[in-house]
């Protein structure tokens, strides 16, 4: 039985949509194929469920984008569609599939780029709805988790390289930039990404840094405010970030709380893996840090990502921040098909510490390991230990990740012109388009892994960072995320406006409608966005629908309206003093080490004011939205 088949709210998009697709291309698809498409729908979501659509049409989408980006054929049937006569293309919008590919699923010389975009829109529409997971889907991505671990550990051919390459590495000579050398041995690339690493790291001092916390769960519990009442430190981390320079407001803070801090315990606590709801597909994993690691993680992390962004040698190729230029990367691939984009698949959890080893430069690596959590704790209590450098949920897990990737290719491209046309962005990776398969080889001999059926090198079809790419053209569908619920919540009223406008946009008004009618009967009155109101708003609203409750605002000499907004609503809390100094220091006003004695300091003087209204005594909770009205 479907535990979500009271979702009907799906059926009738999906029925919405087909309807404005064929509003829109009646030519093509005329009443008749509507008709029949519809009937399909119903059909198999009586019999699959909502299943139909969260994993049966993305199922048809994988293998239709699949032939867009590689020479392979699309079969319909070994997908679970049936196919036309005479062809292998499915039924199911049939009468676009045919503009894209040929009967045997091969892709045209031609294909319509429209097609394209609505078959994509129909098939992904719902592939990342967040659904409630069931156990098998938990325990199939903890046991994913396991294996990839076991993988690392087990694989001990790769580690011994790895570790027989980092013995060996003042041995070889260096490689010359600027000379063409296909692909260059394992030996070579090694040098060479150690070398780029060092000239990156140069100059940079892992003690400059400035600590803080971040805003998800930690392994040890504290809730928001209770981080900052040190009661455990491990000794790994004081070692070289010491405890009063690091982890106190001032030397003040440690003379007039000496008796407290001296019963702060020094053990190791291990990180805790956690799920939390990702799509159709089944839940995300995380590994929540303990506190004392988060709090140098975070602060190593932000100094290395604002390096990287900043140097010579990284600034126009890897990424942190801004997904602009992989997203410009993906439509010029597409459309000229000089550049291919990599997927990497279990990303995080593929780079070992061995690897981390070989690659990052002695005075950085000593503080990576300080503060790389060396156990994880599994839902059932089991302890796991780690031969990953970080799994998801450590702040230095991305820009190690996004180095190490960076790194190896460079190291590996033929050419000057190669290794300016690489970027990186975390696990998502373009490269010039005659370097994929050898930069793919080059990544998994140092123990990554590629998923190839992501991966485009061939064909017209590109993605990376959110963009799907066609000749040029952006057919980056509207997917759901958001669970409808016919009970007010803010997470609903926000993300189904976004929806609803999403739609708008890209022309698909009977959508916009439907999600629309949806939310009136809960919601009341939606202004629109034409009213320039600082709330979620809807794009295009009749005078007889808008917001009728409003005044003049004397002080602002302006028209307001009384309508709903997203807010957060904070929790007060008082800590001592210096701990509230602490986190002015680390999130108020910004801060920095002080060079004279390693104490924390504020960078900005509090005469000059923060950028941001700030209070020390007020926290706001993660997923803790309300709805209110305000007048706006």
Same mark, same amino acid.
């Given at each position: 039985?479907?535990?979500?088949?009271?979702?009907?709210?799906?059926?009738?998009?999906?029925?919405?949509?087909?309807?404005?697709?064929?509003?829109?291309?009646?030519?093509?698809?005329?009443?008749?194929?509507?008709?029949?498409?519809?009937?399909?729908?119903?059909?198999?979501?009586?019999?699959?469920?909502?299943?139909?659509?969260?994993?049966?049409?993305?199922?048809?989408?994988?293998?239709?984008?699949?032939?867009?980006?590689?020479?392979?054929?699309?079969?319909?049937?070994?997908?679970?569609?049936?196919?036309?006569?005479?062809?292998?293309?499915?039924?199911?919008?049939?009468?676009?599939?045919?503009?894209?590919?040929?009967?045997?699923?091969?892709?045209?010389?031609?294909?319509?780029?429209?097609?394209?975009?609505?078959?994509?829109?129909?098939?992904?529409?719902?592939?990342?709805?967040?659904?409630?997971?069931?156990?098998?889907?938990?325990?199939? $991505?903890? *046991?994913?988790?396991?294996?990839?671990?076991?993988? &690392?550990?087990?694989?001990?051919?790769?580690?011994? @390289? %790895?570790? +027989?390459?980092?013995?060996?590495?003042?041995?070889?000579?260096?490689?010359?930039?600027?000379?063409?050398?296909?692909?260059?041995?394992?030996?070579?690339?090694?040098?060479?990404?150690?070398?780029?690493?060092?000239?990156?790291?140069?100059?940079?001092?892992?003690?400059?840094?400035?600590?803080?916390?971040?805003?998800?769960?930690?392994?040890?519990?504290?809730?928001?405010?209770?981080?900052?009442?040190?009661?455990?430190?491990?000794?790994?981390?004081?070692?070289?970030?010491?405890?009063?320079?690091?982890?106190?407001?001032?030397?003040?803070?440690?003379?007039?709380?000496?008796?407290?801090?001296?019963? $702060?315990? *020094?053990?190791?606590?291990?990180?805790?893996?956690? &799920?939390?709801?990702?799509?159709?597909?089944?839940? @995300? %994993?995380? +590994?929540?840090?303990?506190?004392?690691?988060?709090?140098?993680?975070?602060?190593?992390?932000?100094?290395?990502?604002?390096?990287?962004?900043?140097?010579?040698?990284?600034?126009?190729?890897?990424?942190?921040?801004?997904?602009?230029?992989?997203?410009?990367?993906?439509?010029?691939?597409?459309?000229?098909?000089?550049?291919?984009?990599?997927?990497?698949?279990?990303?995080?959890?593929?780079?070992?510490?061995?690897?981390?080893?070989?690659?990052?430069?002695?005075?950085?690596?000593?503080?990576?390991?300080?503060?790389?959590?060396?156990?994880?704790?599994?839902?059932?209590?089991?302890?796991?230990?780690?031969?990953?450098?970080?799994?998801?949920?450590?702040?230095?897990?991305?820009?190690?990740?996004?180095?190490?990737?960076?790194?190896?290719?460079?190291?590996?491209?033929?050419?000057?012109?190669?290794?300016?046309?690489?970027?990186?962005?975390?696990?998502?990776?373009?490269?010039?388009?005659?370097?994929?398969?050898?930069?793919?080889?080059?990544?998994?001999?140092?123990?990554?892994?590629?998923?190839?059926?992501?991966?485009?090198?061939?064909?017209?079809?590109?993605?990376?960072?959110?963009?799907?790419?066609?000749?040029?053209?952006?057919?980056?569908?509207?997917?759901?995320?958001?669970?409808?619920?016919?009970?007010?919540?803010?997470?609903?009223?926000?993300?189904?406006?976004?929806?609803?406008?999403?739609?708008?946009?890209?022309?698909?008004?009977?959508?916009?409608?439907?999600?629309?009618?949806?939310?009136?009967?809960?919601?009341?009155?939606?202004?629109?966005?034409?009213?320039?109101?600082?709330?979620?708003?809807?794009?295009?609203?009749?005078?007889?629908?808008?917001?009728?409750?409003?005044?003049?605002?004397?002080?602002?000499?302006?028209?307001?309206?009384?309508?709903?907004?997203?807010?957060?609503?904070?929790?007060?809390?008082?800590?001592?003093?210096?701990?509230?100094?602490?986190?002015?220091?680390?999130?108020?006003?910004?801060?920095?080490?002080?060079?004279?004695?390693?104490?924390?300091?504020?960078?900005?003087?509090?005469?000059?004011?923060?950028?941001?209204?700030?209070?020390?005594?007020?926290?706001?909770?993660?997923?803790?939205?309300?709805?209110?009205?305000?007048?706006?």
């Amino acid at each position: 039985m479907d535990p979500y088949k009271s979702q009907d709210e799906t059926v009738s998009l999906i029925a919405a949509l087909l309807s404005n697709i064929h509003m829109l291309h009646t030519a093509v698809f005329n009443c008749r194929a509507l008709r029949l498409t519809l009937n399909q729908v119903e059909k198999r979501t009586r019999f699959e469920g909502t299943g139909f659509l969260l994993k049966s049409l993305p199922r048809l989408g994988k293998a239709f984008d699949k032939a867009l980006s590689s020479n392979s054929k699309m079969d319909a049937t070994s997908v679970g569609f049936n196919p036309m006569p005479g062809s292998k293309l499915p039924r199911f919008l049939g009468e676009f599939f045919i503009k894209v590919l040929n009967k045997d699923g091969v892709l045209l010389q031609d294909p319509c780029s429209a097609s394209v975009n609505i078959i994509r829109q129909v098939l992904y529409c719902f592939y990342k709805y967040e659904i409630p997971y069931n156990d098998d889907q938990a325990q199939h $991505v903890i *046991s994913k988790f396991e294996r990839t671990e076991d993988d &690392l550990t087990s694989d001990g051919e790769l580690s011994t @390289r %790895l570790r +027989s390459l980092k013995d060996s590495l003042p041995s070889y000579h260096s490689r010359r930039f600027g000379t063409y050398s296909k692909s260059p041995s394992q030996p070579t690339v090694a040098r060479e990404a150690r070398i780029l690493l060092s000239r990156v790291f140069a100059s940079f001092d892992p003690h400059d840094i400035t600590p803080r916390h971040g805003p998800g769960a930690v392994a040890t519990k504290q809730k928001l405010w209770g981080k900052y009442l040190w009661t455990n430190v491990a000794d790994r981390i004081t070692r070289l970030y010491p405890f009063d320079a690091y982890f106190c407001a001032s030397i003040g803070a440690v003379c007039d709380n000496y008796r407290d801090f001296s019963k $702060v315990s *020094s053990n190791e606590s291990s990180a805790q893996v956690i &799920l939390v709801p990702k799509d159709s597909r089944g839940p @995300r %994993l995380i +590994s929540c840090e303990p506190v004392d690691f988060q709090w140098i993680q975070q602060g190593l992390g932000r100094a290395i990502v604002k390096l990287v962004e900043t140097h010579e040698l990284t600034k126009f190729n890897v990424h942190f921040t801004d997904q602009t230029p992989n997203r410009i990367g993906a439509l010029l691939g597409s459309s000229t098909g000089r550049y291919a984009t990599l997927d990497l698949n279990e990303a995080s959890d593929r780079v070992s510490l061995d690897l981390v080893r070989l690659l990052f430069p002695e005075h950085l690596l000593v503080y990576l390991e300080a503060c790389r959590s060396l156990s994880t704790v599994l839902p059932d209590g089991r302890v796991l230990q780690l031969r990953k450098f970080a799994p998801m949920g450590s702040s230095l897990c991305f820009p190690i990740l996004a180095l190490t990737v960076w790194a190896i290719l460079t190291a590996a491209a033929p050419d000057a012109d190669t290794r300016e046309r690489i970027l990186v962005y975390g696990d998502d990776v373009i490269v010039p388009t005659a370097y994929a398969v050898n930069a793919m080889e080059q990544l998994e001999s140092f123990g990554l892994k590629i998923n190839r059926d992501k991966s485009c090198i061939s064909g017209l079809f590109r993605e990376s960072c959110g963009m799907d790419a066609f000749k040029g053209n952006n057919v980056t569908p509207v997917r759901i995320r958001t669970v409808w619920s016919s009970s007010p919540h803010p997470d609903v009223y926000s993300s189904w406006i976004a929806y609803a406008n999403s739609f708008y946009d890209k022309q698909y008004y009977h959508v916009y409608d439907s999600i629309v009618a949806m939310l009136r009967p809960i919601y009341g009155r939606i202004p629109g966005d034409d009213m320039h109101l600082a709330c979620p708003s809807l794009r295009d609203v009749p005078q007889q629908d808008r917001p009728t409750r409003r005044r003049m605002n004397k002080s602002l000499q302006k028209l307001e309206f009384n309508v709903f907004d997203v807010s957060t609503r904070p929790i007060n809390k008082l800590l001592p003093g210096w701990s509230m100094l602490l986190r002015y220091f680390t999130e108020g006003c910004g801060s920095a080490i002080d060079s004279t004695d390693g104490t924390l300091a504020s960078r900005r003087s509090p005469l000059y004011g923060c950028e941001r209204a700030f209070s020390v005594g007020s926290y706001t909770a993660r997923r803790a939205s309300m709805l209110v009205r305000r007048w706006r």
